[in-house]
C-alpha cells in the first residue's frame, strides 16, 4: 500500500498583485476543463489557451508538463493537431515544442488546446499527490498539474473541475457555480481580471475535513484553517489561527495597510511525514506535517524560526519588488514575524533569546552568495540568506530608532503599493528619514555574504578629580564592517548605556563615571549581526553539513567537523553530535562501515555539560535531534548486516523517547516509523541527505 503523506498547504490571498511581465509570451485566456479520480490517482481535461507573442518572428513555442501527465493532442483554433517535439528536462518536467504555421509577431496571438492525462503515484514525495481520502492540485513552475507556460500571470481564466460529491474542496478563490449530478461535483471558478495562475490553478480536497476561520476586528482579513478532526490536534489548530488573525492585525497595522482586503486558506491533508524538507514557493508554503501537531507546543508560537505559518503570512504584507526576493519577501516578512513575536512577550529574555536564534541561523562558514544575489543558486537555499535578511532589517531599525523606521515602512507603502520597490529606493526612503547617506549600510550588509566579529577589552584609571576614566578598544576581526554599537556599563546597580560607531580594526573610546564599572559588555542584547564564540562552532559543524549536502565534498566537510571537535573538546556548546554525525556519514560514504558505527556511537553518547550556560545551549535542540537521528543511522547499518531484528528495536526506542519533545524530534520520529514499515535500503543520496 502506498505511504500515505502529510501536508500542509498554504493558499494565496486573493488580493495579489499583478504585474506585466517582458517574458517571451503574455497569456491572455487560460480556460481548462478537467475531471478527476481520487480513487485511481488519475485526471483527464483540456486545456484551452490564447497567448500573444512579446517578441518579434515567433515561428515556434514551447510549454512544460510534469513527467506524470502526458499531452495526449495539442491542437489549434481550427481542432487541427501542431506538429510538435517533446524533450525530458531533468527537472521532472517535459518540454513541448510546437511548430506554428506562420512566423508571428507581437500584434498576433495563436491559440493552444492541450488534451492531457495524467497519473499521480501516491507513493512518491510530488508535491501533487492523489489518495482515498485527499488530493492537492497546485500550479507553480516546479511542480504543476497543467502545461506551464513561460508566464506567471493571466489576464482572464476559468477553472471547471469535477470530481467526486464527497470531497469538499478548497481553492483560492470562491467557485462561481457549483453542480451535483450523478454523485459528482463540478465546479466553476471564473476570473475576469488579471491574476496569478498559481492562485487560479491551485486547489486541495478532503473527504474529512472542518474549518476554523476568523476575521481581524475590521473583517477585512480572514484566516481559514482545513483540518481533519480526528488527524490534527484541534486545540492546537485554534491557538494557531488565533495567532495568525492577530498577527495578520499587526502586520497591517505597521505596514500600514489597515484597508487591506484578504483571505488566507490553509489546508493541513495526510496521516505522517514524507522524505524530504519542507519546499518554499512564492506565493504559498508546502510543508510535510510533523508528529508535533499532535500536541500544543508553544516553540512555535514564541520562536520565528519555527513559525512558518507567520513568515508567510508576513509576505504577503511585504511589497512586490523586481529586485531579489530575498531582500523583501524573505528579509523583511521575517523581520515582520520577528518583531511581532517578540512584542506580544513582554519579556526581555525573549526577545534576547529570539535575536540569538536569528544570529545562529544567519551565520555559517559554507561559501553563500551575499543577499543582494539573491536567490539564484542552491546555496541560497539553506535559507541563511533569508535570517540575514531579517537581521539586517532589525539593525536598520537600531540605526534609525523604530519610531522613524516605522515612518520608512508608512512611505514605502504610500509610494510603493502600485509599483515594484527597489534596494535601491529602499534605500532612499532609509536615508530621507536618518538625514545622511547610508552607502556604509548597504553596501556592506547586504552586499556581502560574511559577518564582522568585535572584541572588547577595557580599563579603568581614576582622575585628579575622583571621578573615573574607561577606555573601551573595540578590536574588528576579518572584514571590516561599519557600525553603530551598544556598550552597556553596570555601576553597582545602577546600568549606563553608551553608543560608539565602530568602522575600523582598532579603537579606542573613554568614558567618565563617578566610579568604576564592575562590568563591561558590547551589545548585550545582540542588536548588531556578529560572530561570537559559541556561534562560531556551531557555524562549522552546519558547514560541515552543508558541504556534504549541497557541494558532495567530503574533503571539506570533514575539516570542519574536526575543527568542532579541536574548538570544543569538552562539548560545552553541544555541537559535537554535528560533528560526528557528519563524519560518520562521510566513514559509510567511503565504505567504512565501522568507522561509521563507531562515529555514530560517538555522536549518541555526546552529551552537553551541565555547567553549560544558557548561550551555550543555543543549539542545544539541534543537536540533540542529531543525536536520535544517530541511533536511526546506526541501526541503518544494523540492518545492511542483516540485524533487522535488532534495529527493530532501535527505531521503537526512537520513537518512545522522541514522543516526549516532538517538536524537538519530529524529524528522528518520522524517519524511525519509516524503517518499521519497510526495509532499511542503502543508496547514496540518503548518506549525502541532510539527516
Given at each position: 500500500?502506498a505511504m500515505?503523506?502529510?501536508?500542509?498547504?498554504?493558499?494565496g490571498?486573493?488580493?495579489?498583485?499583478?504585474?506585466?511581465?517582458?517574458?517571451?509570451v503574455?497569456?491572455l485566456?487560460?480556460?481548462?476543463?478537467?475531471?478527476?479520480?481520487?480513487?485511481?490517482?488519475?485526471?483527464?481535461?483540456?486545456?484551452?489557451?490564447?497567448?500573444q507573442?512579446?517578441q518579434?518572428?515567433?515561428k515556434?513555442?514551447?510549454?512544460?508538463?510534469p513527467?506524470?501527465?502526458?499531452?495526449?493532442?495539442?491542437?489549434?483554433?481550427?481542432g487541427?493537431k501542431?506538429?510538435h517535439?517533446?524533450?525530458?528536462?531533468?527537472?521532472?518536467?517535459?518540454?513541448?515544442t510546437?511548430e506554428?504555421?506562420?512566423?508571428?509577431t507581437?500584434?498576433?496571438?495563436?491559440?493552444?488546446?492541450i488534451?492531457?492525462e495524467?497519473i499521480?503515484?501516491?507513493a512518491?514525495?510530488?508535491?501533487?499527490?492523489v489518495?482515498?481520502r485527499?488530493?492537492?492540485l497546485?500550479?507553480?513552475?516546479?511542480?504543476?498539474?497543467?502545461?506551464v507556460?513561460?508566464?506567471?500571470?493571466?489576464?482572464?481564466?476559468?477553472l471547471?473541475?469535477?470530481?467526486?460529491?464527497s470531497?469538499?474542496v478548497?481553492a483560492?478563490?470562491?467557485?462561481?457555480?457549483?453542480?451535483?449530478?450523478?454523485?459528482?461535483?463540478?465546479?466553476?471558478?471564473?476570473?475576469?481580471f488579471?491574476a496569478?495562475?498559481?492562485?487560479?490553478?491551485?486547489?486541495?480536497?478532503?473527504k474529512?475535513?472542518?474549518?476554523?476561520?476568523?476575521?481581524?476586528?475590521?473583517?477585512?482579513?480572514?484566516?481559514?484553517?482545513?483540518?481533519?478532526?480526528?488527524?490534527?490536534?484541534?486545540?492546537?489548530?485554534?491557538?494557531?489561527?488565533?495567532?495568525?488573525?492577530?498577527a495578520?492585525?499587526?502586520?497591517?497595522?505597521?505596514?500600514h495597510?489597515?484597508?487591506?482586503?484578504?483571505?488566507?486558506?490553509?489546508?493541513?491533508?495526510?496521516?505522517?511525514?514524507?522524505d524530504?524538507?519542507?519546499?518554499?514557493?512564492?506565493?504559498?508554503?508546502l510543508?510535510?506535517n510533523?508528529p508535533?501537531?499532535?500536541?500544543?507546543d508553544?516553540?512555535?508560537?514564541?520562536?520565528s524560526?519555527?513559525n512558518?505559518?507567520?513568515?508567510?503570512?508576513?509576505?504577503?504584507?511585504?511589497?512586490?519588488?523586481?529586485?531579489?526576493?530575498a531582500?523583501?519577501?524573505?528579509?523583511?516578512?521575517n523581520?515582520?514575524?520577528?518583531?511581532?513575536?517578540m512584542?506580544?512577550?513582554h519579556?526581555?529574555?525573549?526577545?534576547?533569546?529570539?535575536?540569538?536564534?536569528?544570529?545562529?541561523?544567519?551565520?555559517s562558514?559554507?561559501?553563500?552568495?551575499?543577499?543582494?544575489?539573491?536567490k539564484?543558486a542552491?546555496?541560497?537555499?539553506t535559507?541563511?540568506?533569508?535570517?540575514?535578511?531579517r537581521y539586517?532589517?532589525?539593525?536598520?531599525?537600531?540605526?534609525?530608532g523604530r519610531?522613524?523606521f516605522?515612518?520608512?515602512?508608512?512611505?514605502m507603502?504610500?509610494?510603493?503599493?502600485?509599483?515594484?520597490?527597489?534596494?535601491?529606493n529602499?534605500?532612499s526612503l532609509?536615508?530621507?528619514?536618518?538625514?545622511?547617506?547610508l552607502?556604509w549600510?548597504?553596501?556592506?550588509?547586504m552586499?556581502?555574504?560574511t559577518?564582522?566579529?568585535?572584541?572588547?577589552?577595557?580599563?579603568?584609571?581614576?582622575?585628579?578629580?575622583?571621578m573615573?576614566?574607561?577606555?573601551?578598544?573595540i578590536?574588528?576581526?576579518?572584514?571590516?564592517f561599519?557600525?553603530?554599537?551598544?556598550?552597556?556599563?553596570?555601576?553597582?546597580?545602577r546600568?549606563?548605556?553608551?553608543?560608539?560607531f565602530?568602522d575600523?580594526?582598532?579603537?579606542?573610546?573613554?568614558?567618565t563615571?563617578?566610579?568604576?564599572?564592575?562590568t563591561?559588555?558590547?551589545?548585550?542584547?545582540?542588536t548588531v549581526?556578529?560572530?561570537?564564540l559559541?556561534?562560531?562552532?556551531l557555524?562549522?559543524?552546519?558547514?560541515?553539513?552543508?558541504?556534504?549536502?549541497?557541494?558532495?565534498?567530503?574533503?571539506?566537510?570533514?575539516?570542519?567537523?574536526?575543527?568542532?571537535l579541536?574548538?570544543?573538546?569538552?562539548?560545552?556548546?553541544?555541537?559535537?553530535?554535528?560533528a560526528?554525525?557528519?563524519?560518520?556519514k562521510?566513514?559509510?560514504?567511503?565504505n567504512d562501515?565501522?568507522?561509521?558505527?563507531?562515529?555514530?556511537?560517538?555522536?549518541?553518547?555526546?552529551?552537553?555539560?551541565?555547567?553549560?550556560?544558557?548561550?551555550?545551549?543555543?543549539?542545544s535542540?539541534?543537536?540533540r535531534?542529531?543525536?536520535?537521528?544517530s541511533?536511526?543511522r546506526f541501526?541503518?547499518?544494523?540492518?545492511?548486516?542483516g540485524k533487522?531484528n535488532?534495529?527493530?528495536?532501535?527505531?521503537?526506542?526512537?520513537?518512545?523517547?522522541?514522543?516526549?519533545e516532538?517538536?524537538?524530534?519530529?524529524?528522528?520520529i518520522v524517519?524511525?516509523?519509516?524503517?518499521?514499515?519497510?526495509?532499511?535500503i542503502?543508496?547514496?543520496?540518503?548518506?549525502?541527505g541532510?539527516?
Open positions: 500500500m500515505m503523506k502529510c501536508i500542509f498547504l498554504l493558499w490571498c486573493t488580493f495579489v498583485a499583478f504585474s506585466q511581465e517582458n517574458g517571451a503574455k497569456i485566456d487560460y480556460r481548462v476543463t478537467a475531471s478527476m479520480n481520487p480513487a485511481q490517482g488519475k485526471i483527464t481535461g483540456t486545456a484551452s489557451v490564447w497567448l507573442p512579446m518579434d518572428s515567433v515556434r513555442y514551447s510549454f512544460q508538463l513527467i506524470n501527465i502526458t499531452a495526449e493532442a495539442i491542437r489549434d483554433i481550427d487541427d501542431y506538429d517535439k517533446r524533450l525530458e528536462l531533468q527537472n521532472s518536467l517535459n518540454e513541448y510546437i506554428l504555421p506562420s512566423h508571428l507581437r500584434k498576433d496571438s495563436f491559440f493552444v488546446q488534451e492531457f495524467g499521480f503515484d501516491t512518491s514525495t510530488s508535491p501533487q499527490f489518495n482515498e485527499e488530493f492537492i497546485q500550479y507553480t513552475a516546479q511542480h504543476a498539474w497543467l502545461p507556460f513561460k508566464s506567471s500571470s493571466i489576464l482572464s481564466a476559468e471547471q473541475i469535477t470530481i467526486p460529491d470531497f469538499a478548497i483560492a478563490a470562491q467557485a462561481d457555480s457549483s453542480a451535483v449530478s450523478d454523485g459528482k461535483r463540478t465546479l466553476t471558478v471564473l476570473y475576469l488579471p496569478q495562475l498559481q492562485d487560479v490553478f491551485s486547489l486541495c480536497g478532503s474529512e475535513i472542518v474549518e476554523k476561520k476568523r476575521f481581524t476586528t475590521d473583517s477585512l482579513f480572514a484566516i481559514s484553517l482545513y483540518t481533519s478532526p480526528t488527524r490534527f490536534h484541534q486545540t492546537f489548530a485554534d491557538t494557531l489561527v488565533a495567532q495568525m488573525i492577530d495578520a492585525s499587526y502586520f497591517a497595522k505597521l505596514m495597510k489597515e484597508g487591506q482586503h484578504g483571505w488566507m486558506k490553509y489546508a493541513v491533508l495526510g496521516d505522517n511525514f514524507v524530504n524538507p519542507p519546499l518554499l514557493f512564492r506565493d504559498c508554503l510543508k510535510r510533523s508535533a501537531y499532535a500536541h500544543v508553544s516553540s512555535i508560537f514564541t520562536q524560526i519555527s512558518d505559518w507567520l513568515f508567510e503570512l508576513a509576505r504577503k504584507f511585504c511589497p512586490s519588488t523586481t529586485d531579489s526576493s531582500v523583501f519577501h524573505d528579509g523583511l516578512a523581520y515582520l514575524v520577528s518583531r511581532y513575536l512584542s506580544i512577550s519579556n526581555p529574555l525573549n526577545e534576547h533569546r529570539e535575536r540569538l536564534d536569528l544570529m545562529i541561523h544567519a551565520l562558514f559554507f561559501p553563500a552568495s551575499p543577499l543582494g544575489a539573491g539564484t542552491q546555496t541560497n537555499m535559507g541563511a540568506l533569508a535570517f540575514k535578511g539586517i532589517f532589525l539593525m536598520l531599525e537600531h540605526i534609525l519610531e522613524s516605522d515612518t520608512v515602512l508608512a512611505k507603502n504610500e509610494q510603493y503599493s502600485a509599483t515594484p520597490i527597489t534596494v535601491q529602499f534605500q532609509c536615508e530621507k528619514e536618518y538625514g545622511s547617506p552607502d549600510f548597504f553596501q556592506e550588509w552586499y556581502r555574504s559577518a564582522p566579529e568585535f572584541v572588547l577589552h577595557w580599563k579603568n584609571e581614576q582622575t585628579q578629580r575622583g573615573n576614566n574607561t577606555t573601551v578598544t578590536e574588528q576581526r576579518g572584514d571590516l561599519s557600525m553603530p554599537l551598544p556598550i552597556r556599563f553596570t555601576l553597582g546597580s546600568v549606563i548605556f553608551k553608543r560608539i565602530a575600523k580594526a582598532f579603537q579606542n573610546f573613554t568614558f563615571f563617578p566610579s568604576p564599572p564592575t563591561v559588555e558590547l551589545d548585550p542584547q545582540y549581526l556578529r560572530w561570537i559559541d556561534i562560531r562552532i557555524a562549522h559543524a552546519r558547514s560541515s553539513i552543508f558541504y556534504r549536502v549541497i557541494n558532495h565534498d567530503l574533503v571539506s566537510s570533514e575539516k570542519e567537523a574536526e575543527l568542532v579541536q574548538l570544543d573538546p569538552n562539548n560545552t556548546t553541544g555541537t559535537a553530535s554535528m560526528y554525525f557528519s563524519l560518520a562521510i566513514a559509510v560514504l567511503k562501515m565501522e568507522k561509521g558505527k563507531e562515529l555514530f556511537l560517538k555522536a549518541m553518547q555526546a552529551t552537553l555539560r551541565s555547567s553549560a550556560t544558557e548561550e551555550q545551549t543555543t543549539a535542540n539541534e543537536t535531534l542529531y543525536q536520535k537521528l541511533f536511526i541501526a541503518n547499518i544494523m540492518e545492511m548486516e533487522r535488532e534495529a527493530l528495536m532501535v527505531y521503537q526506542r526512537v520513537i518512545a523517547e522522541g514522543q516526549r516532538p517538536v524537538v524530534f519530529a524529524r528522528a524517519e524511525a516509523e519509516k524503517y518499521l514499515r519497510n526495509n532499511f542503502s543508496d547514496e543520496a540518503l548518506w549525502f541532510l539527516y
